[in-house]
C-alpha cells in the first residue's frame, strides 16, 4: 500500500507548500516591512502627538519664582513631606545621620561645628542655603552637589519642595 512513489509525492507536497510559504512570507515582509530597530538607520513607524513639547515643559518649570511659590506654600503640608527627611535629619538642633536643619533657611553651608560634610559642600562653605538653592539641592540632590553624601533622590514636585522650604522657615536656627 505504501510505496516510495507515495512517499516521494507526500514529501514533494510538503516541500512545495513549505516553499509557497517561504516565499510568501519574504514578499510580504518586502512589502509591509517598517523598521523594526535593527540598524543604525530605522525610522519609527508611526508618532503619537501628546500636545506638549518636552523642552517647553522644562522651560517653563525654570521659569517659575521659586521664592513667589515658597511665600505662597503651606507649611502643614511641607510638614507632611518634612517626613522623608526626618530619618536622617531632626529639627531640634541635634545632628542625626545628616546635619540638623532647623534655621537652615538663609543659614550658610556646610556651617555646621563639627559635622562631616563632603567635599563638594564644603567647597560651597562660602554660599548659603537660599530658597533657590534649597530648591535645586532638593530637586536633585547628586545633581546639585555632586559628590554628597546624602543618599536621597530628590523631591521631583516643584510644589513639594516649595511647601517643604516654607515649613523648614519656620524652625527655629
Same mark, same amino acid.
Given at each position: 500500500m =505504501?510505496? #516510495?512513489?507515495?512517499?516521494? $509525492?507526500?514529501?514533494?507536497? =510538503?516541500?512545495?507548500a513549505?516553499?509557497i510559504y517561504l516565499?510568501g512570507?519574504w514578499?510580504? %515582509? *518586502?512589502?509591509?516591512?517598517i523598521?523594526?530597530g535593527?540598524?543604525?538607520?530605522?525610522e519609527q @513607524?508611526y508618532?503619537?502627538?501628546t500636545?506638549g +513639547?518636552?523642552?517647553?515643559?522644562?522651560?517653563?518649570?525654570?521659569?517659575?519664582?521659586f521664592?513667589a511659590?515658597? /511665600? %505662597? /506654600?503651606?507649611?502643614?503640608k511641607g510638614? !507632611?513631606v518634612?517626613?522623608k527627611c526626618?530619618?536622617?535629619?531632626k529639627?531640634?538642633?541635634t545632628d542625626?545621620?545628616?546635619?540638623?536643619l532647623?534655621?537652615?533657611v538663609?543659614r550658610?553651608k @556646610?556651617?555646621?561645628?563639627? =559635622?562631616? &560634610? *563632603?567635599?563638594?559642600l564644603?567647597?560651597?562653605?562660602g +554660599? *548659603?542655603? #537660599?530658597?533657590?538653592?534649597?530648591?535645586?539641592?532638593?530637586?536633585n540632590?547628586?545633581? &546639585?552637589?555632586p559628590g554628597? !553624601?546624602?543618599g =536621597?533622590?530628590g523631591? $521631583?514636585?516643584? $510644589? +513639594?519642595?516649595?511647601?517643604?522650604?516654607? &515649613?523648614?522657615? #519656620? #524652625?527655629?536656627g
Open positions: =505504501f510505496d #516510495t512513489m507515495i512517499f516521494t $509525492k507526500v514529501l514533494g507536497g =510538503f516541500c512545495g513549505l516553499l516565499l512570507a514578499a510580504a %515582509e *518586502s512589502l509591509f516591512h523598521g523594526g535593527h540598524g543604525d538607520h530605522h @513607524a508618532v503619537i502627538d500636545g +513639547d518636552d523642552g517647553a515643559a522644562a522651560e517653563a518649570e525654570e521659569e517659575v519664582d521664592v511659590m515658597v /511665600a %505662597e /506654600a503651606d507649611a502643614g510638614e !507632611k518634612w517626613g526626618k530619618a536622617c535629619h529639627l531640634d538642633g542625626g545621620t545628616g546635619p540638623h532647623n534655621g537652615v538663609n550658610e @556646610a556651617a555646621i561645628a563639627g =559635622f562631616g &560634610y *563632603s567635599d563638594v564644603m567647597s560651597m562653605a +554660599d *548659603s542655603w #537660599t530658597p533657590d538653592n534649597l530648591n535645586g539641592f532638593l530637586e540632590p547628586k545633581g &546639585y552637589a554628597t !553624601k546624602m =536621597f533622590a523631591l $521631583k514636585k516643584i $510644589k +513639594d519642595r516649595a511647601n517643604l522650604v516654607a &515649613y523648614l522657615e #519656620t #524652625t527655629d
